[in-house]
């Protein structure tokens, strides 16, 4: 086990060098930004989708009405979600995509398999990892990739560490319309794990 100070300088490390990345950088419209959030304390992870224009400009993770959502169906305040002592941002793409038909395009392809294990190695081993977005589930959870979005959501719990969640982007009103029991049993359940979670966090 390495000593308070190494850990905390390999995270250092760890997030200069995903900072200066620039590996699929040919492909990204408006360059390299990569946006990660992490520390050695974060119990709670949280692995999205990519940003969007709105946090590349900012440089702030789910600062969009999808981070709003995520809040609140979470139930924590921005102070303790934008706490990396308490919380990890992890995204499968950590820059800007670009557009595709229809909306954003797909997280680079490139960057889980080049950052995500560095970034895990780092982090708590009793981590609570939400995979919010299908492309989180389909590198977590291969072997539900057969069921649908809300089969994989459905079973909360089933899974740990890992629980499966909709993007909360505009589209998941549709999602809650169509599925009433994700707000009546899934959220106040999240709510209770993610809050046993955090009460849980060392500094
Ligand atoms: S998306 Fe990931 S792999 Fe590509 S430049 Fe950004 S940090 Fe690097």
Redesign the pocket.
Known sequence: MSAPDEGHDHVEVLRAR?AA?????EH?PLG?R?IARFSASAQLVIIGQAPGTKVHASGVPWDDDSGDRLREWLGIDKPTFYDPAQVAQMPM???YPGKAAGGDAPP?K??AP??HEAVLDVLPENRLTLLVGVHAQARYLPHLKRLSLAERVSRFGEDLPFIALPHPAWRSRLFMAGHPWFARDILPALRAKVQAILDQVIR
Do not use: K, V
């Open positions: 995903i990345c620039t590996l699929c950088a990204l390299p990569p793409g950590f820059c680079r490139e960057c080049q950052w």
